[in-house]
């Protein structure tokens, strides 16, 4: 199985500043369909996850633009420019090019 | 709205069985693969199983297969998980959740909770 490893797996933050959380692969997610299937999830306490960005750097429909994704190969990013209280929750990536699918550990954003 | 509510969670002894239900509203549910996940506190997120749109082609985690089925009755629009032979390692949150058919995962329900304790 493809194994996702996030770090941090904590990041305090202060308000209004960047955070960054890296996904490492332990192979390539690039699909025979030649897409890299690289998600990013949020989890608010107490909530749901809910997708934040599909195949690496799209961002879903009414996701802040502060939230970006990047990378390629194995190794994955996901930045929150300006990180606001409501950011506060879990990060998980997950890789949907190999079976089975796979999610990382986690990376808890809180603020400090 | 998209809407995915699951149901029939439960405590259930070791060795036991269950099935959890998901209905499904708000788009066709029969035009799109669906998905469990499970999450646990020491766990994580673990994905589970998927079943495309018309129940034809399904597949597993090795740590739920042949334990665990997956199905679908769109005509009910609902989403099932029969889980047998139940291990106290498969206690979690157990969420269903939609595939949009080419970006993989991206509605969640809000999770029914199975305990396996004697």
């Known amino acids: 199985d493809v194994v996702m490893t996030q770090s941090p797996l904590s990041l305090p933050v202060t308000l209004g500043q960047p955070a960054s959380i890296s996904c490492r692969s332990s192979q390539g997610l690039v699909h025979s369909d030649g897409n890299t299937y690289l998600n990013w999830f949020q989890q608010r306490p107490g909530q749901s996850p809910r997708r934040l960005i599909y195949?690496?750097?799209n961002r879903d429909s009414g996701v802040p633009d502060r939230f970006s994704g990047s990378g390629s190969g194995t190794d994955f990013t996901l930045k929150i420019s300006r990180v606001e209280a409501e950011d506060v929750g879990v990060y998980y990536c997950?890789?949907?090019?190999?079976?089975?699918?796979?999610f990382g550990q986690g990376t808890k954003v809180e603020i400090k | 709205e998209v809407q995915l509510v699951e149901s029939g969670g439960a405590l259930v002894q070791p060795g036991g069985s269950l099935r959890l239900s998901c209905s499904a509203s708000g788009f066709t549910f029969s035009s799109y693969p669906m998905h469990w996940v499970r999450q646990t506190p020491g766990k994580g997120l673990e994905y589970l199983s998927r079943i495309n749109h018309d129940a034809r082609d399904r597949n597993y985690v090795d740590s739920v297969r042949g334990r665990f089925t997956v199905s679908r009755d769109n005509s009910k629009n609902t989403l099932y998980l029969q889980m047998n032979s139940l291990r106290p390692e498969d206690a979690a949150l157990y969420y269903c959740?939609?595939?949009?058919?080419?970006?993989?995962?991206?509605?969640w329900g809000q999770g029914t909770l199975v305990t396996v304790s004697s």
């Open positions: 195949k690496v750097s």
């Open positions: 959740v939609r595939d949009d058919g080419s970006n993989g995962l991206d509605y």
């Open positions: 997950m890789q949907g090019a190999h079976w089975p699918w796979t």
